[in-house]
């Protein structure tokens, strides 16, 4: 079902839309400081649904819930020491912790898709802030991108992907980071790697004082682990020395390309370009060779887009 997409304004007229628009059920998309978010009411099964058919999304996909602060957080799940660690560290921030339910949550069960357990995560960005305190609810958002496809870093790419399917989209400008959060389990086995992303690990086991355990990818149900995903039309070779004829190169470091995502090789200017480039690059419709990209800091979760990007389809 088609429908206008309104582009909203991130002051105060705008965010309150944004906040009715979210409390009438319909879907808008925002900006946060990792990427932009398709959000809906996450104690709204309908609204919740929508998500999944504007995405074309597998159903069994559970959400991260977006919320105001943690103590809004602490209605939800239970609230290990490990917990209150990494969200005063780190919240708001591009940190996502997956903790247990507790009882009468409230929560549609689209968002846990029938797990016992919910991803919770406060965004930095003022706009989501705000837009999150005055809408005073959870809000359900996965990446605003069609399914599979490269996630959305602006509101131009939002609307290329979503434009006519959704009811708004809250433009705030690119996203300062550029890469989804990071994603830790928390549960009785301890803390534990789920999705790299947004905060690098070694700041992650800083302020843990100790290391994250990491699970195989066959155990993992966190669909941004599928092998094929952030999916350029055009196929993604990495670690190119050279460039083969008719590629086009993404670049890393001060060397010739066609694009470059940090030409003073900076992980963070890296991160923050990932996305918008391969849009750009996947604009073009030729084949992409990608530079090598060191592996440490943010590059683990820069290798690990470029790998799905990359995946046999
Ligand atoms: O930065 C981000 O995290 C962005 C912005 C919009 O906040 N959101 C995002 O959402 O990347 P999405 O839906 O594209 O990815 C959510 C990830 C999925 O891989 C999902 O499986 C995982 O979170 N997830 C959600 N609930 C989970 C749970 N209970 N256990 C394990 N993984 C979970
Ligand atoms: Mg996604």
Redesign the pocket.
């Known amino acids: 079902m088609s429908q206008e997409t309104k582009t909203l304004t991130p002051n105060a007229a705008g965010i309150t839309q944004a906040a009715e628009l979210l409390a009438q059920g319909k879907l808008v998309a925002f900006a946060?400081e990792?990427?932009?978010?398709l959000g809906a009411d996450a104690r709204n099964s309908k609204s919740v649904a929508a998500i999944y058919e504007a995405k074309g999304r597998p159903s069994f996909?559970?959400?991260?819930v977006?919320l105001r602060d943690a103590s809004a957080a602490r209605r939800y799940v239970e609230w290990p020491d490990t917990a209150e660690i990494l969200a005063s560290a780190f919240w708001p921030g591009?940190l996502?912790l997956?903790l247990p339910l507790k009882t009468e949550h409230g929560l549609s069960s689209l968002v846990?898709a029938g797990?016992n357990?919910?991803?919770l995560?406060v965004?930095a960005q003022p706009s989501a802030h705000q837009l999150l305190a005055r809408f005073d609810g959870p809000v359900a958002?996965?990446?605003a991108n069609p399914s599979g496809r490269i996630s959305a870093t602006t509101a131009a790419h939002v609307l290329s992907g979503l434009g006519g399917r959704i009811a708004a989209v809250l433009d705030d400008g690119p996203c300062s980071v550029g890469l989804?959060?990071t994603?830790i389990?928390l549960d009785q086995t301890g803390p534990t790697m789920?999705?790299a992303?947004?905060l690098p690990q070694e700041a992650i086991e800083a302020a843990l004082g100790q290391p994250l355990k990491h699970v195989d990818g066959a155990e993992v149900?966190?669909?941004?682990?599928l092998a094929s995903h952030y999916a350029p039309g055009a196929s993604v070779r990495l670690n190119a020395a050279h460039v083969n004829e008719g590629e086009v190169l993404l670049g890393f470091g001060n060397m010739p390309c066609d694009l470059n995502l940090s030409p003073s090789g900076d992980l963070i200017e890296a991160a923050a370009n990932l996305f918008d480039h391969l849009h750009q690059l996947d604009a073009m419709a030729r084949p992409i060779a990608v530079a090598p990209i060191p592996q440490h800091g943010l590059g683990q979760a820069i290798n690990d887009r470029l790998h799905r990007a990359a995946a046999p389809r």
Request: hydrophobic fraction near 35%; avoid cysteine; charged fraction near 10%.
């Open positions: 946060t990792t990427v932009y978010g996909n559970p959400l991260i977006h591009p996502t997956v846990t797990l357990t919910v991803a995560r965004p958002a996965p990446s989804e959060s994603i389990g789920l999705r992303g947004g149900i966190a669909p941004g682990q």
